[in-house]
């Protein structure tokens, strides 16, 4: 008759005890989802996104994933652009508020993706592929730009209170130049100077 009575009081401690179990493992649970979350918002304070500005939608993306889309999405930017702004614009020298699409191209595409945009449908993102290249000192800068010294296209620079056309082969020529032997620079200028003769183009290419 007593054995009834002795086992309350044991059920009641093995029931206090998984009680306490299940809030431990709760506890830790939690504790393991805040670190896990914490090292995952750890890895995105420095991306493309940061630089460019984009909805948390995307921010939340996996690194690899939501890099590769900005970066698509930055060259298309760049492909739209009706006019790549200088520092200062307008009659007034008002600062532009356009991203410094070069310094970002640079710092988040790298050395084989730039020497494909340098073959990009729109001038502008070759002529930025190969200027981001050349600040990366790629050393085959020289084949990419003889590869377009008849590139003609143009892209339009609009600088102060001037909206210029800028050839794609002329921009290449003013990147490169610096680097080249005098004796390349000379003919280099003298085959765009051939190219662009009677043109507007021939005296852009004449005081570079």
């Given at each position: 008759m007593s054995s009834p009575k002795l086992l309350r009081p044991t059920l009641g401690f093995m029931q206090a005890m998984n009680i306490l179990?299940?809030?431990?493992?709760?506890?830790?649970?939690?504790v393991g989802l805040f670190f896990l979350f914490a090292k995952i918002k750890a890895t995105k304070e420095h991306s493309i996104v940061d630089d460019l500005g984009v909805s948390n939608k995307i921010a939340t993306q996996p690194d690899s994933i939501r890099d590769e889309i900005e970066l698509n999405n930055l060259v298309y930017s760049i492909a739209t652009l009706n006019n790549l702004e200088s520092e200062s614009i307008g009659y007034e020298g008002r600062k532009s508020t356009q991203p410094d699409y070069l310094a970002i191209l640079k710092k988040w595409a790298n050395t084989t993706r730039l020497v494909k945009l340098t073959d990009h449908g729109n001038a502008l993102v070759r002529s930025m592929a190969f200027q981001a290249l050349k600040e990366k000192n790629y050393n085959g800068l020289k084949e990419?730009?003889?590869?377009?010294?008849?590139?003609?296209?143009t892209y339009n620079v609009h600088s102060g209170c001037v909206v210029e056309p800028v050839p794609v082969n002329i921009a290449f020529y003013r990147c490169i130049s610096p680097t080249l032997a005098s004796v390349e620079r000379a003919t280099y200028k003298r085959k765009l100077l051939e190219l662009y003769k009677g043109t507007f183009f021939e005296f852009m290419i004449r005081y570079s």
């Open positions: 179990r299940n809030i431990a493992l709760l506890t830790l649970m939690g990419i730009f003889k590869k377009h010294l008849n590139d003609k296209q």
